[in-house]
T-cell receptor, first 111, second 116 residues
Framework: EPEVTQTPSHQVTQMGQEVILRCVPI?????FYWYRQILGQKVEFLVS????????KSEIFDDQFSVERPDGSNFTLKIRSTKLEDSAMYFC?????????FGPGTRLTVT | AQKITQTQPGMFVQEKEAVTLDCTYD???????LFWYKQPSSGEMIFLIY??????QNATEGRYSLNFQKARKSANLVISASQLGDSAMYFC?????????????FGEGTQLTVNP
C-alpha cells in the first residue's frame, strides 16, 4: 500500500533559523495538506495545496510559512524564522477521494 | 465554523470487550465527512474509518464501526473485541465538502487504554 513519507523524522533548530520539512506524497493524489500538533494538543490545520497553489490556509499560516512543490513530486513546508512556539509535530497529508492519509510526521524542536 | 467535541479525555476497557468513543460535531454545512484516526504513542496518525453525511448506512471497517446519528450530530466510534494494541489516542475529525481546501477539523482526542 502506498504511503506518505516525511523527512526528517526529527529536526532540532535554533530560534530564528529557517527549516524546510519535506514530504513525498502518494502519487496521483491531488490534494496536499500540512497540519501541526503541539505536544499534548489536538491536530491543527495549516494549509491545503491543490493544482500547485494554496487553496486554503489557517490563521496559523502566516508570512513565516510557505509551501512549495518544487519538482512535481516533493511537497515542502518552509518556516523562515523559527520561534520557540513552532516546536511541534508537523504532518503532511494527502487526500484521495474521501480519505486523508497522513505521513509519519516530523518532530520539530526549536531551542 | 466547524467544531468537534470529544468529551472523554480518557477511557478504559478490558481486553476483548467493546468500547464506544464519543464524538459530537457542529456544522451548518449539508455535505460533510466524518473521520476517526488512531495515534499510538509513536505519534503517527492512522486513518481508521470515514462516514459521509449522505451515507445511509453506518460505516464499518473490520473491528471499527461508526455509529452515525445525524439528527444528534454524533459520530461515535465503536471498537469491538478490544486488543492491547488498540491502546492509543483517538481523534474524531470532520471535513466540509463545501469549502475549497477541505481541511480536517479535529477534536481534542480520547486516550484509550486496554487492560489485559
Amino acid at each position: 500500500e502506498p504511503e506518505v513519507t516525511q523527512t526528517p523524522s526529527h529536526q532540532v533548530t535554533q530560534m530564528g533559523q529557517e527549516v524546510i520539512l519535506r514530504c513525498v506524497p502518494i502519487s496521483n493524489h491531488l490534494y496536499f495538506y500540512w497540519y501541526r500538533q503541539i505536544l499534548g494538543q489536538k491536530v491543527e490545520f495549516l494549509v491545503s495545496f491543490y493544482n500547485n497553489e494554496i487553496s486554503e490556509k489557517s490563521e496559523i499560516f502566516d508570512d513565516q510559512f510557505s509551501v512549495e512543490r518544487p519538482d512535481g513530486s516533493n511537497f515542502t513546508l518552509k518556516i523562515r524564522s523559527t520561534k520557540l512556539e513552532d516546536s511541534a509535530m508537523y504532518f503532511c497529508a494527502n487526500r484521495d477521494r474521501n480519505e486523508q492519509y497522513f505521513g509519519p510526521g516530523t518532530r520539530l524542536t526549536v531551542t | 465554523a466547524q467544531k468537534i467535541t470529544q468529551t472523554q479525555p480518557g477511557m478504559f476497557v478490558q481486553e476483548k470487550e467493546a468500547v464506544t468513543l464519543d464524538c459530537t460535531y457542529d456544522t451548518s454545512d449539508q455535505s460533510y465527512g466524518l473521520f476517526w484516526y488512531k495515534q499510538p504513542s509513536s505519534g503517527e496518525m492512522i486513518f481508521l474509518i470515514y462516514q459521509g453525511s449522505y451515507d445511509e448506512q453506518n460505516a464499518t471497517e473490520g473491528r471499527y464501526s461508526l455509529n452515525f446519528q445525524k439528527a444528534r450530530k454524533s459520530a461515535n466510534l465503536v471498537i469491538s473485541a478490544s486488543q492491547l494494541g488498540d491502546s492509543a489516542m483517538y481523534f474524531c475529525a470532520m471535513r466540509s465538502a463545501e469549502t475549497s481546501g477541505s481541511r480536517l477539523t479535529f477534536g481534542e482526542g480520547t486516550q484509550l487504554t486496554v487492560n489485559p
